[in-house]
């Protein structure tokens, strides 16, 4: 047997594991050095930074000190006792009174402008039709005058004289930082002025003249000038662009000279590496005149430090990199031996040798024996990634349906614009093809509405958060309401509907809403993907406890291979391509369905139509077993309503107008707390969410406590409604929900009920406050403490219901059955009795009722405690 031939050091892996190695590892330190010399450059910069914004800020906070020196003193110009007088003596006329009224005038501006080191100029000027000076002081090489009469001129030909003249009393008025004019041409030398002027009336309103500050700017651009350090140029623009403070004179006020100078004009272009631009917008003075102020700095040489630094990371790290490959060599040498060694045992073995392998060995070679161990181990990995990728699809489907859930709350808000706002038009008035215009759009956005439905329904079926509110419900009127709303459609394309309905009993225990999905969505299909014929519709009993719903039609009917998928979401069967909606009504109505411990079928045959058949386990009840809402009036209720959007505010102050309300509008948070320190109202609806970080939860709770709204009942208008929101709404002291789109009807019973001033006695709040021996003050706080107890009973009984908590739901029977009891509450405590889990239907709908009743009787005692009666 031959001995392997070794492997020449050139062409050995290790030797180029090595060069490789040496290679990245000096690539590395070149890298970290270059990396640390960026970064020791980049603080040289940000200190150059953080300097020049300084001087920025330095700088402005000096002109809006200038800013407001000048507005003072044009107060005290405009409101001293000396104008005063001459308004007054103006107002009077003739010729007595006004000369020495304009004395006093003159005697008041002298001591003024000598005492103002930056006024140049103080002037009175006439109403007259040209603007003549009255009164006129300057200041020239350092000496105050007052300027002979002769001398005086007409300014009624000024931009400012004829802006002054148009303001109302009280105006103070700033113009643009030019140079200064006189008798036609410019000053010399030439002097930066800012004038500030204000208008003069006298006590009749009638317009007297105006004052005018000049101010000699000069002195503080050199004091701005001298803020930007050596290497650094401050430049100072008006809102248009024009330069007005440069190092350079000859840049400035070219706007004046006939030129024009911008800003773009003066700056270099930043670069990063030779120059650094700091450039900040502003604004002064009540008529917001707009600023740009510039720095620029070079960074044409580093400072000596920073280049000491970088010789010093330079040795360093070469010196590192020297050492890191000598001891690289050294291990390489090593290591090649020991490989050369287990590569020839190897050899030697694959050629027939008995030598074991050494797999007990800790190393090149025990590993390989041990690879089989880390094959597995990578295999169990790898189960465990395909386990975690299967949670996290799961995830990102929950975020999906969290997704559809935030999206029907953006749209239901415009929806409760259209609908609402479409609703309020008299059609009455319009010729056929506007009334189809607008009944074409009514549909549209009932059509959108039953979408933006369907997806959320779909979202909160996913997550397993659609509970079912069973109540006694006639389901002759609300099958009869179905098909009238659909009726419409038909008529348009020639079909006919065919009610069949069998004997029923008054009223059926089951959820509404949901049972009216399942109808609306199997006659809305049928009627949509029929083009001849007609839709029946049959509702009976299958049996005592059952409910048969049957709607066939005679349209194209469904493949057997696709009757399956069409139960699917977003799925439809190939033969109704044409029709619309998103492929939901169906999946959402078996998974209804099944919530309800119901089952769906379908017969269908190409050609000849589809039956679908809907069976639904319901018990008959007495449709009076609810307490009943009785109509209040409510006209004159003083309400508040909240929204920040527009068409919402305008929606419901037509409603308001048609019920009578005395409604204010606010559209933030702050302004609803300044209308309810101004008012007190009889009803406040908040919407939740009132953009920009605007909370209708957290001004809820700020008006409970500020005290005068306390006891007045809070409904929340919100487009987003889930079992987390309802929570938060009573934790806040909200009384009820309503969900947008907003539904007319139900809003003003909802206003009716919560206002409701009649007391039935079937609440003992009496015997409540006798038990505790308390009245006035202490009664009111007693009753809120129970009122805060039972909305965090009711949040609690909630939740219990929603994770299935049969142990939270019997702790918080148990603790609000004794409260109930003291309030002789029977039914109620018949209702929280009969609230087990699994719910029977309509038993959680009977609590939340009790519990409402009870929040607003006890409000009702609050307010006739405190005092405060109801408008309505």
């Known amino acids: 047997m031959s001995t392997p031939l070794r492997t020449p050091w050139y062409a050995s892996i290790v030797t180029r594991i090595t060069l490789v190695f040496a290679a990245l590892l000096v690539g590395t330190v070149v890298l970290i050095a270059w990396i640390s010399w960026q970064a020791s450059r980049a603080e040289v910069i940000s200190q150059a930074r953080r300097a020049m914004d300084h001087t920025l800020d330095v700088a402005i906070d000096r002109l809006r000190g200038e800013e407001r020196t000048l507005r003072e003193n044009t107060e005290l110009l405009a409101t001293n006792a000396a104008i005063t007088h001459w308004c007054e003596a103006i107002g009077r006329g003739g010729p007595t009174g006004i000369p020495q009224a304009t004395e006093e005038v003159a005697a008041f501006f002298g001591p003024l402008i000598r005492s103002r080191s930056d006024l140049a100029q103080v002037r009175l000027l006439g109403a007259d039709p040209v603007g003549s000076e009255v ?3 300057d200041r020239s090489n ?71 500050i000049n101010a000699d700017m000069r002195a503080l651009f050199a004091e701005l000038l001298a803020l930007a350090d050596s290497g650094s140029v401050l430049v100072l623009a008006r809102g248009d662009g024009e330069v007005i403070l440069h190092p350079d004179t000859s840049q400035c006020f070219r706007f004046d000279l006939g030129g024009s100078r911008r800003m773009e004009n003066v700056l270099p272009k930043e670069d990063g590496a030779e120059v650094l631009i ?73 050629v027939g040798s008995n030598e074991e392998l050494p797999t007990a060995r800790n190393d090149e070679f025990g590993r390989m024996a041990r690879g089989l161990r880390t094959m597995q181990e990578r295999i169990d990995a790898r189960v465990r990634e395909l386990e975690q990728a299967r949670v996290a699809a799961e995830t990102s489907d929950r975020q999906r349906r969290e997704l559809l859930a935030n999206m029907s709350h953006e749209v239901r808000t415009p929806l409760n ?31 959108l509405r039953g979408l933006v439905d369907d997806l959320l329904m779909h979202a909160r079926i996913g997550e397993g958060k659609l509970a079912l509110h069973p109540v006694p419900v006639d389901v002759r009127t609300l099958v009869n309401d179905v098909t009238q709303a659909h009726l419409p459609s038909a008529r348009t394309k020639g079909l006919r509907i065919h009610t069949i309905l069998h004997d029923l009993p008054p009223a059926l225990l089951l959820d509404p809403l949901r049972l009216h999905q399942i109808v609306d969505n199997l006659l809305g299909n049928a009627v949509r993907f029929t083009e001849v014929g007609q839709v029946t519709l049959e509702v009976g009993m299958d049996g005592p406890g059952t409910l048969r719903i049957q709607v066939a039609d005679t349209g194209p009917g469904i493949p057997a291979n696709e009757r399956e998928r069409v139960f699917e979401r977003f799925e439809r069967a190939s033969s109704s391509e044409q029709g619309h909606g998103a492929g939901l009504g169906l999946a959402i109505t078996r998974r209804v369905t099944d919530l309800m411990g119901g089952r769906i ?41 909240v929204e920040d959007v527009a068409t919402n505010r305008l929606l419901m102050r037509q409603w308001a107008a048609r019920w009578n309300w005395a409604l204010t ?17 009889d009803l406040l609806l908040l919407d939740l969410e009132l953009g920009s970080g605007d909370s209708g939860i957290e001004l809820a709770r700020q008006l409970r406590r500020e005290g005068r709204h306390r006891y007045t009942p809070i409904l929340a208008l919100t487009a987003h409604a889930s079992d987390d929101t309802d929570a938060e709404i009573l934790l806040a002291g909200m009384n009820a929900r309503i969900t947008k789109p907003l539904d007319r009807d139900a809003l003003a019973a909802a206003a009716a009920w919560w206002t409701d001033e009649r007391d039935d006695g079937t609440i003992g709040i009496a015997t409540l406050l006798d038990q505790y021996g308390v009245s006035g003050t202490r009664a009111i ?18 939740q219990a219901i929603t994770a299935g908590d049969a142990d939270l739901l019997s702790r918080t029977r148990h603790q609000v059955r004794p409260h109930w009891q003291l309030l002789g509450l029977e039914k109620g405590l018949a209702a929280l009795d009969a609230l087990v889990i699994p719910v029977t239907p309509g038993t959680e709908a009977a609590v939340v009722h009790w519990f409402a009743a009870c929040d607003r009787a006890m409000m009702r005692e609050q307010r006739r405690s405190a005092g405060i009666t109801i408008a309505g």
């Open 781 to 798: 706080d007693l009753i809120q403490q129970f009122r805060d107890e039972f909305a965090k009973h009711r949040v609690s009984i909630g």
């Open 665 to 681: 509008e606010a559209e933030s948070s702050g302004s609803a707390r300044s209308a309810c320190t101004a008012g007190t109202f």
């Open 417 to 447: 614009a259209i609908i609402g706002m479409g609703g309020e038009i008299d059609t009455a008035h319009l010729g056929p093809a506007d009334r189809e215009h607008m009944a074409i759009i009514q549909r549209s956005a009932e059509r």
């Open 278 to 350: 700091g450039r900040r917008e502003f604004e002064l003075g009540p008529s917001k005149a707009r600023f740009e102020m510039a720095i620029t700095r070079s960074l044409s040489g580093l400072p000596g430090s920073l280049r000491h630094r970088r010789n010093e990371l330079v040795l360093l790290f070469a010196g590192i990199a020297l050492g890191a490959i000598a001891l690289t060599a050294m291990f390489a040498l090593r290591f090649r031996e020991r490989l050369n060694r287990l590569t020839g045992l190897m050899e030697r073995y694959a």
């Open 135 to 137: 009164v006129r002081f």
């Open 601 to 641: 079928s379908m017969d269908s045959e190409v050609g000849r139509g589809t039956r679908f058949t809907v069976l639904l386990p319901t018990a008959a009840t007495d449709p009076g077993s609810t307490v009943q809402v009785t109509a209040v009036e409510t006209r004159g209720l003083r309400v508040l309503h």
């Open 142 to 212: 350092g000496r105050v005058f007052r300027v002979a009469d002769s001398l005086l001129q007409s300014k009624a030909d000024r931009g400012y004289y004829g802006a002054t003249m148009k303001e109302p009393a009280g105006t103070r008025l700033f113009f643009p930082i030019d140079l200064n004019r006189e008798h036609g041409g410019l000053e010399r030398p030439f002097v930066p002025t800012w004038r500030v002027s204000a208008p003069l009336f006298t006590p009749h309103g009638d317009r007297a003249g105006m004052v005018i």
